[in-house]
């Protein structure tokens, strides 16, 4: 258990602004090897105000929370039984938990095999023990209504877009003067890229566009990892990068004739409100959430219809980016999202949530 202290420590050396320091006597006995974690524990530790074991969890914290605390879990991480009820157990605690989506019991193909029985543990210790759902759009909510007790308390607050970074300078190879779209996200099954490629395998060579997939590769890919390091039209026209820099992210986007999200399912879904805020049409899935969050600034597309891409992406390719104006989008601030949490709490607490 960290004080404010303890956390602008941790956040110093997550920054950069400190050096870690070397792994701790604890850290040494039960490691293996030097891993950046191990440096990690060792700043940890040094800060902490109070330390257990998990069984000592409830002792721990009824012996060093005030009164009117709320535990706020924002990262799916302890959502167990033990954890939520050691807080709840302590009358002056109240638990608000931050739910990301429903895809794991929705959608359990996209997921790993165990994941789905885990995510079901987690609701249900959510629904014993927390106060307040806080879900990141309407769509969220509705689906893990369906899944939890009707008296559930929920809210919605929309998450907020990170600062604009700097535009930064892309390899000298880009050619600038061919339309390109860009895919921006993890390369996973989920994300519904092998409908791009078999758009851009039947789009015709004369005036054919780049396409630029950017993220990390994901899980549970490996055909299709396969078929996109071997597609005839790589290097030519259909472009992967892994490590781009937020700033390069933003000049590939910049420009392009469109951004391109064929996902198959979404809690939330960034790159389309990051393309909508640089002025770049996004062309999505026809999904709810995004209608929600992005709602008149982009083309809404069947993502199992590629005849309906290849013929957005060919028309789009004509199309003359200096005489567009695009609708202005309605971006979500981190400011609303922070106010719209605050009253939620308050009204939790003071037993005012529907």
């Known amino acids: 258990m960290f004080g404010a202290a303890g956390a602008q420590a941790f956040l110093n050396a997550f920054d950069g602004n400190v050096d870690w320091p070397q792994p701790d006597l604890l850290s040494r006995l039960t490691g293996k090897s030097d891993l950046p974690r191990h440096r990690a524990e060792a700043l940890l530790r040094r800060h902490a105000i109070a330390r257990c074991l998990h069984a000592n969890l409830f002792r721990l914290l009824s012996q060093n929370l005030r ?19 050691a807080f709840r157990a302590n009358p002056d605690v109240q638990v608000a938990v931050l739910l990301h989506d429903a895809i794991p019991l929705d959608h359990p193909e996209f997921s790993r095999p165990e994941i789905p029985g885990h995510f079901r543990k987690m609701l ?113 026209a259909i472009f992967e990068h892994n490590d781009l820099s937020d700033g390069q992210v933003r000049t590939l986007l910049e420009g392009s004739h469109g951004l391109l999200f064929p996902t198959l399912a979404e809690g939330f879904g960034y790159p389309p409100l990051e393309a909508a805020r640089l002025g770049v049409l996004p062309i999505c899935s026809d999904l709810p959430v995004l209608r929600e969050t992005v709602n008149d600034c982009a083309v809404y597309l069947d993502p199992q219809d590629a005849y309906s891409w290849l013929e957005t992406i060919k028309k789009r390719s004509g199309d003359r980016l200096a005489d567009e104006v695009l609708p202005a989008a309605k971006l979500p601030t981190w400011q609303a999202h922070f106010d719209t949490v605050s009253e939620a709490l308050q009204k939790a607490r003071a037993g005012d949530m529907v």
Request: negative net charge; contains cysteine; glycine residues 6%.
């Open 67 to 85: 009164e009117d605390t709320t535990y706020l879990n924002v990262g799916h991480s302890n959502l167990s039984v033990d954890c939520l009820r």
């Open 124 to 236: 249900k210790a959510s629904q014993d023990h927390a106060n307040l759902i806080i879900c990141n759009s309407e769509d969220t909510s509705r689906q893990l209504a369906r899944h939890m007790s009707a008296d559930m308390a929920f809210v919605t607050a929309h998450l907020g877009l990170p600062d604009r970074v700097e535009k930064e300078p892309l390899s000298p190879g880009l050619d600038p003067d061919t339309p390109r779209f860009v895919c921006l996200g993890t390369i996973e099954p989920r994300k519904n890229h092998q409908l791009l490629l078999d758009v851009w395998s039947m789009l015709p060579e004369a005036g054919r566009p780049h396409l630029h997939i950017v993220g990390q590769r994901g899980w549970a890919s490996e055909e299709f990892f396969q078929r996109l390091d071997t597609h005839p039209l790589r290097g030519t």
